[in-house]
Structures are given as C-alpha cells and as structure tokens.
C-alpha cells in the first residue's frame, strides 16, 4: 500500500511515517505539512491511500477529501481528528472518507485501519462512533426548527421566510427562540454553528 500523509505538526508527522514505514505492507510515499500541498502531490504521486489531518492550514483534511471526490480521485481517504464532532463526520462520509480515526490511536489500530480500508472496508475509532450514536440520538431540534434554522443560515430574514413558507414573521421568530434556548445559545447566529457542528442541520 503506498500511503501519503498530510499533518501539519512536523514532530507528529515524522513519528507517524517512521511507524507506518516499519509496517511490511505499507510504504509512505510522501509527506505534505497542508492540504494543498497534501492535494498536489496526490494528484502527482497517485498513492493507494492518504491519511488526512482534519484541520491544516490553507485546505482543511475536509476540503482535500472533497476536492478528490469531485475531480473522482481513486486515492482512498482517511481522515485523522482531535475532535468528537458528528458534524465533522458527517461532512467527511458525504466527502467520501473511508476512515475517521482519533489522533492519540495507537500506530496498530491506524495500520489496521489502512489495511481494513485499502480492502474496501470502513474504519471508525469505537471512541468517535459511540460519541457520534450518542449526538445522534440527542437531537433537540424538531423538524420545523431545523428547516427554519436552514432557511437563516442561507441569510434568509424572518419575512422572507414567512412569505415562503406561509408563515407570520412572528411564528418564525418564536420558532428561532424555542431552537435558541434548547441548544443553549446566545443568539441565532449562534445556534446555526451549534446545530451545525453537531451534524443536525445535515
């Protein structure tokens, strides 16, 4: 398996590739410190497989895995995280991602999950996919409150969405309050990122 890895932080990258590199079935063909580089010597060095840190400067681990899905790259996906997000997940299924692993997983379970993957499996940390299950399973928001949420995040005033929707602009203003205070947030604004990131407005 010829594996590139993308991550930003030298040290991490270095310790990664010399582990990966003692496995028999894996070789690291290449190194890039942010996703554009990651995206360019893909597209050069063609490998099997790229391990995608989540958040790089210039383009995201996300924004790689969606530009190889567009331009319909052969180059299998995984991306690595710090953060139990279900939002993040959710955007790099939708990408094409085959692997969503934590960081801080040992160098074993990342070998077997290139190798699950390489063989046209999934893999996913336990960690991430019960934290994910759970966030799932805890959406507060009712289906008007989600739509009405869609609708703000495209810039949508409450009269435009009124008139849409044959609603009155108060119906829609109560509905933005009853969604602020169940997500705990300060303001609209606020409670589209919180509703975003946790993957309930996909």
């Known amino acids: 398996m010829r594996v590139l890895l993308a991550e930003d932080q030298g040290m991490l990258r270095g310790a990664l590739s010399a582990l990966l590199d003692l496995e028999p079935d894996i070789e690291v063909v290449g190194q ?3 996703g554009e580089q990651a995206l360019e010597m893909i597209r050069k060095l063609k490998p099997d497989l790229c391990v995608l840190d989540i958040e ?12 190889l899905r567009a331009d319909k790259d052969p180059c299998l996906v995984i991306i690595l ?36 993957v390489y063989g046209g499996k999934r893999a996913v940390s336990p960690e991430l996919a019960l934290s994910f299950w759970e966030t799932e399973t805890e959406n507060p928001l009712s289906e008007r409150e989600r739509e009405l949420l869609k609708l703000a995040r ?6 435009d969405i009124a008139a849409q929707l044959f609603l ?3 119906t829609v203003r109560n509905y933005w309050s009853e969604a602020i205070q169940k997500l705990d947030a ?3 604004v606020d409670a589209i990122a919180i509703a975003e990131k ?4 996909d």
């Open 32 to 34: 890039a410190e942010n």
């Open 56 to 67: 790089m400067p210039v383009l995201t681990g996300l924004d790689v895995a969606e530009r």
């Open 81 to 116: 995280t710090t953060f139990s997000r279900s939002g993040y997940f959710q955007r790099a299924m939708k990408a094409g991602a085959r692997g969503f692993l934590l960081k801080d997983s040992p160098i074993a379970e990342l070998a077997t999950a290139l190798r699950n």
């Open 154 to 159: 495209q810039g949508m005033s409450a009269g």
């Open 168 to 170: 009155t602009a108060g």
């Open 186 to 188: 300060k303001n609209r």
């Open 198 to 201: 946790n993957g309930w407005l």
